[in-house]
């Protein structure tokens, strides 16, 4: 599938830094949106807390994620944070292709490489409302000393640089807010001229829209 295909699923890419809320939000989404699938990741990282094989991600050794690389398997696939993440390029082909709607959850890289293939991604980004609330978020989550916590810090202001590249912006100071906008922009989505017209075909067609 390339670029210029019209599918009739929407694709929706959140990209975030590390402890920006991205995860909390999407998860707070789907219990609402039933019209909306998860894309769950492959990554070469441990499992953290009560992260589950097939729910979270699918946890792979480096052996198996050259394999996948080798045979073409992702849509996309980056490092980050010492890690690789990748997106299996079969399981959103085949979703977005019978009209459903997806969802991934990936870094500023994988969402600038899926907006490559899919013309028709919404790509959006997540910020915190300043550096010290993201530090704060980053220390109260417990999962990282002191020296993780810098480095993802710094490379979070890589990641910021970036957004200029994504089609909507969520600054997610109060999580109810950001979680209604979210919501918004893919109820909007779903309402654009292009994606009515994937979807509702039909209905174009009895109406002798050409």
């Known amino acids: 599938m390339n670029s210029t295909q019209n599918y009739p699923g929407n694709l929706f890419v959140v990209a975030a830094p590390s402890g920006a809320g991205k ?14 699938a998860h894309s769950v990741s492959h990554t070469t990282r441990a499992p953290r807390g009560q992260e589950v094989h097939g729910r979270e991600y699918y946890f792979v050794s480096n052996a198996q994620f050259e394999q996948m690389i080798s045979q073409d398997a992702f849509l996309e696939w980056a490092h980050v944070h010492g890690n690789r993440y990748g997106t299996s390029k079969h399981a959103i082909e085949e979703r977005i292709a ?21 013309a028709n991604a919404v790509l959006i ?4 409302p300043s550096w010290e609330e993201l530090k704060s978020r980053l220390q109260r989550r417990g999962e990282d000393s002191t020296d993780v916590i810098e480095q993802r810090l710094i490379n979070a202001a890589k990641e910021v640089a970036q957004v200029r590249e994504f089609d909507f912006v969520i600054i997610n100071e109060r999580f109810e807010l950001a979680l209604f906008d979210l919501k918004s922009i893919v109820h909007a989505q779903r309402l654009k001229y292009s994606a009515q017209r994937r979807t509702k075909a039909d209905t174009f067609r009895n109406l002798h829209i050409s």
């Open 23 to 36: 995860s909390s939000l999407v998860n707070a989404l789907m219990e609402v949106d039933s019209r909306l």
């Open 98 to 118: 019978q009209g459903g709607d997806i969802i991934l959850e990936i870094d500023y890289q994988g969402a600038i490489q899926v907006k490559k293939i899919f």
């Open 125 to 128: 980004f997540i910020l915190p």
